[in-house]
T-cell receptor, first 113, second 111 residues
Framework: NAGVTQTPKFQVLKTGQSMTLQCAQDMNHNSMYWYRQDPGMGLRLIYYSASEGTTDKGEVPNGYNVSRLNKREFSLRLESAAPSQTSVYFC????????????FGQGTRLTVV | EDKVVQSPLSLVVHEGDTVTLNCSYEVTNFRSLLWYKQEKKAPTFLFMLTSSGIEKKSGRLSSILDKKELFSILNITATQTGDSAIYLCAVGIGGAQKLVFGQGTRLTINP
């Protein structure tokens, strides 16, 4: 039962470096999401993809780009990392129109120094 | 703008107390409301509500949705230290097919 697989689990970047967070789901969901979670706070939506081939901005998209490579995979890219992007990142998938729960990856703890 | 607001943001109670957590929403196309519990890692699913007035129950936890007044509550009775966590509310939005979370309520249960 893989569910949502997210890599890496931990990453330290220097300011200005770039990296891509990978996410894959095996539940045949149309919708996929990237969230960030800062200490003691809820999940803020960075970008989402309602279906293969579409992506949309969430509430905090600045500094990030995404790619919905196919129905299974949704990646998040930081082109030039900044200390303000230090956070825990979660990928999730669901089928909103069917009213299903969202399934989460295990999270990526990213530190930008 | 789609908005989900939880209250209180933080709550500290003694073991055995009953707590009520609140979630209100203003969204363009409501599809579902979900409650999650988060301890140290990824959120774990508790309930999904789509219809008003129908209580969902699991052990000491229960939840109900009011679609007219646009809110949901999560009740936990006879709290235990293991209930200490962040409780997250999310709303599934049709049309856009997105899931928007509130800020979370940090619940601390003291022995």
């Amino acid at each position: 039962n893989a569910g949502v697989t997210q890599t890496p689990k931990f990453q330290v970047l220097k300011t200005g470096q770039s990296m891509t967070l990978q996410c894959a789901q095996d539940m045949n969901h149309n919708s996929m999401y990237w969230y960030r979670q800062d200490p003691g706070m809820g999940l803020r939506l960075i970008y989402y993809s309602a279906s293969e081939g579409t992506t949309d901005k969430g509430e905090v998209p600045n500094g990030y780009n995404v790619s919905r490579l196919n129905k299974r995979e949704f990646s998040l890219r930081l082109e030039s990392a900044a200390p303000s992007q230090t956070s825990v990142y979660f990928c999730a998938s669901s089928e909103v129109w069917e009213g299903t729960e969202a399934f989460f990856g295990q999270g990526t703890r990213l530190t930008v120094v | 703008e789609d908005k989900v607001v939880q209250s209180p943001l933080s709550l500290v109670v003694h073991e055995g107390d009953t707590v009520t957590l609140n979630c209100s929403y203003e969204v363009t196309n409501f599809r579902s409301l979900l409650w999650y519990k988060q301890e140290k890692k990824a959120p774990t699913f508790l309930f999904m509500l789509t219809s008003s007035g129908i209580e969902k129950k699991s052990g000491r936890l229960s939840s109900i949705l009011d679609k007219k007044e646009l809110f949901s509550i999560l009740n936990i009775t006879a709290t235990q230290t293991g209930d200490s966590a962040i409780y997250l509310c999310a709303v599934g939005i049709g049309g856009a097919q997105k899931l928007v979370f509130g800020q979370g309520t940090r619940l601390t249960i003291n022995p």
